[in-house]
T-cell receptor, first 112, second 116 residues
Framework: GENVEQHPSTLSVQEGDSAVIKCTYS??????FPWYKQELGKRPQLIIDIRSNVGEKKDQRIAVTLNKTAKHFSLHITETQPEDSAVYFCAAVTGGGNKLTFGTGTQLKVEL | ETGVTQTPRHLVMGMTNKKSLKCEQHLGHNAMYWYKQSAKKPLELMFV???????ENNSVPSRFSPECPNSSHLFLHLHTLQPEDSALYLCASSQYRGSLTNEKLFFGSGTQLSVL
């Protein structure tokens, strides 16, 4: 089955700096890679996703890159703000199914 | 505020109790999921229901029993749980369309379960 690894587990940045979270996956058939943000005490919410036929996708201050050859994908947050503080989860979906395998999460803290 | 509602928000139960978690989605989706979230662990998929039919049981112990009477409602029946089952149980829904699907999950707020 699919295995998703995520690094780092915790990340502290100064407000205005960039943050990068990286994930690797094991199943070369995986074709969909979403990122979820979970604020303290709240539900996970999708913030951005990318399909395997695309190498990069951007939405305002967040972007995701995908390297299919190396089987890794990354989340990039620029100009970080305190409200970006949360746990971020990457995930991968294999084939045409609807079974998401999640990474272990990254606790991002944006300090003033 | 949300299309996926879970009750109760918090639950404390003894190991001999029987309780049920409830999930309801108002988004018109056809797939529903149970996930377990423990500290410092990835979100663990437990069960998947597509069109009311269970399509995934991720090696979940039989003390967890799901029920999906229709595409809008999902239950998780609990009995003789262990302390290590204490976790946040999240329900989610999505619109599953096969190989071209957008697997965007909409999560509920979860039930924080404590087993004493």
């Amino acid at each position: 089955g699919e295995n998703v690894e995520q690094h780092p587990s915790t990340l502290s940045v100064q407000e205005g700096d960039s943050a990068v979270i990286k994930c690797t996956y094991s199943d070369s058939a995986s074709n969909y890679f979403p990122w979820y943000k979970q604020e303290l005490g709240k539900r996970p919410q999708l913030i951005i996703d990318i399909r395997s036929n695309v190498g990069e996708k951007k939405d305002q201050r967040i972007a995701v890159t995908l390297n299919k050859t190396a089987k890794h994908f990354s989340l990039h947050i620029t100009e970080t703000q305190p409200e970006d503080s949360a746990v971020y989860f990457c995930a991968a979906v294999t084939g045409g199914g609807n079974k998401l395998t999640f990474g272990t999460g990254t606790q991002l803290k944006v300090e003033l | 505020e949300t299309g996926v509602t879970q009750t109760p928000r918090h639950l404390v139960m003894g190991m001999t109790n029987k309780k049920s978690l409830k999930c309801e989605q108002h988004l018109g989706h056809n797939a529903m999921y149970w996930y377990k979230q423990s500290a410092k662990k990835p979100l663990e998929l437990m069960f998947v229901y597509n069109f009311k039919e269970q399509t995934e049981n991720n090696s979940v112990p039989s003390r967890f029993s799901p029920e999906c009477p229709n595409s809008s409602h999902l239950f998780l029946h609990l009995h003789t749980l262990q302390p290590e089952d204490s976790a946040l149980y999240l329900c989610a829904s999505s619109q599953y369309r096969g190989s071209l699907t957008n697997e965007k999950l909409f999560f509920g707020s979860g039930t924080q379960l404590s087993v004493l």
